[in-house]
């Protein structure tokens, strides 16, 4: 079964999207979207794709789309996917679904109304390191008792990951801190009951948060300390300590180490090593299957819930 996509942003995360689409059977990216003048047709000329647009709608109109990803700016999120499933298209829209809960409701709301497939790319449930520890969980081996997260990057400008200049601002709540709250739910099975949160000054010009810390608590006790900064001068990135009651592994994205430090294989989790096409792979699967897939949109609303319960207690402080 083949499966026609159309993917809108041709940025960062877009190329990577479509890096892993090129090694996925019955993938085929018809059309390459962005505002940006001259990025989409560059992006499809370099990829030997047929159409490039501007526009979303230009897309949403084609009958040889069957499926959307969205890498688009963070505000738009939740009303592009909304409108990529009116429009009849299954959509997979990057992380964060949303940056308020009434858009992530609306969203849920779209796709039990059209009963397309839309997902969101919650990357961590795909990663093979992250993988390896939920099948330890999930086989008994393995309990956590605390998950210890750092979120460290360096954006005291408003540019994005390729150092350009972002048309919209990014967030350490509705965009990082979103990545641990889904794992720490999703790995540990149990929701999030308590929840408390401290956050530094204001960007002058950014109007953002820079520094932040987050205290979660599931029902079944375990715990999670999420420290997030955009003043980080250093290693950048996402970096998980697991420590369980039988052992203590840290997952840097695809790779994964015990305690102290000495290597996991984790080559065999999965067919292969990419978070993002095995995230990709899933989405093209429940579409050819017909079914609900990992990181569904109703499945990840849970942890906007908690980013919206956050929000409101930064918002009190």
Same mark, same amino acid.
């Not at 877009?14 to 999207?17: E, P, V």
């Given at each position: 079964m083949t499966i026609r996509i159309a993917l809108a942003g041709a940025g960062a995360f877009?190329?990577? =999207?479509l890096d892993g689409l090129e090694r996925i059977d019955g993938a085929e990216v018809v059309s390459v979207i962005d505002p940006v003048p001259g990025r989409a047709a560059a992006a499809a000329e370099a990829r030997g794709i047929a159409h490039a647009a501007t526009g979303l709608d230009e897309a949403l109109e084609r009958a040889d789309v069957d499926a959307v990803i969205l890498c688009t700016p963070t505000p738009m999120h939740a009303s592009q996917a909304v409108a990529c499933l009116e429009a009849g298209k =299954?959509? #997979?829209? #990057?992380?964060?679904?949303?940056? @308020?809960?009434?858009?992530g409701r609306a969203l849920v709301e779209a796709q039990r109304r059209t009963g397309l497939v839309a997902m969101c790319g919650h990357t961590?449930?795909? @990663?093979?390191s992250h993988q390896w520890l939920?099948?330890?969980i999930a086989a008994g081996e393995f309990a956590i008792q605390h998950m210890d997260v750092e979120t460290l990057f360096l954006r005291r400008t408003n540019t994005n990951a390729l150092g350009e200049p972002r048309s919209w601002t990014d967030h350490l709540l509705w965009h990082h801190a979103a990545h641990t709250v889904d794992l720490?739910?999703?790995?540990?099975?149990s929701p999030i009951v308590a929840a408390q949160a401290l956050q530094g000054p204001q960007h002058p010009e950014l109007g953002i948060a820079m520094d932040m810390s987050i205290q979660l608590k599931t029902r079944s006790g375990a715990l999670c300390t999420l420290a997030l900064s955009f003043n980080n001068e250093g290693p950048f990135g996402t970096f998980f300590r697991y420590i369980g009651d039988t052992g203590t592994y840290i997952a840097r994205y695809d790779d994964l180490v015990d305690g102290n430090d000495n290597p996991i294989d984790v080559s065999g989790v999965d067919v292969s090593m990419n978070g993002i096409e095995l995230q990709d792979r899933e989405f093209l699967a429940a579409i050819a299957e017909g079914r #609900?897939? @990992?990181?569904g949109v109703a499945s990840v609303l849970g942890c906007y819930e908690v980013l919206d319960r956050i929000d409101e207690l930064l918002g009190a402080g």
């Open positions: 877009g190329a990577k =999207h =299954h959509v #997979e829209v #990057e992380i964060p679904m949303c940056d @308020n809960l009434a858009d961590r449930r795909f @990663n093979p939920r099948r330890r720490f739910q999703y790995q540990t099975g #609900e897939p @990992n990181a």
